[in-house]
């Protein structure tokens, strides 16, 4: 793949001159271009990437982790974002999902 871009006929240098105006004003312009995401979106695809990595459904994560199901669906949805504590939980989770289960079968 990287030698097809190699060989696509890009012209990288002018590429690499490129203000980050001209950069924008080139993605603006494109329609096939992906829009940015924000920070929101971002860590909304965190959060699904780290419930789907344990195969639960959202209802299945939620009542496994104790988290209100209607919290994670609008985590999910960059309606709301996790705050501090709530991120540094799913990285818990993201990390070894089975010990956070097993210390809350004690809890």
Do not use: C, H, N
Not at 31 to 42: G, L, N, Q, R, V
Not at 63 to 68: Q, S, V
Not at 90 to 102: H, K
């Amino acid at each position: 793949m990287l030698d097809k871009i190699k060989r696509s006929g890009v012209d990288w240098q002018r590429i690499r001159r490129m203000t980050e105006a001209e950069i924008e004003q080139a993605i603006a312009s494109d329609p096939d271009a992906a829009s940015p995401m924000t920070d929101a979106k971002i860590t909304a695809a965190r959060v699904q990437w780290v419930r789907r990595r344990t195969g639960l459904s959202q209802s299945q994560f939620a009542a496994a982790f104790r988290i209100p199901l209607r919290t994670l669906q609008e985590w999910e949805q960059a309606r709301r974002e996790p705050d501090a504590t709530a991120l540094a939980y799913l990285t818990v989770i993201e990390r070894d999902p089975p010990a956070v289960q097993r210390a809350l079968e004690t809890a």
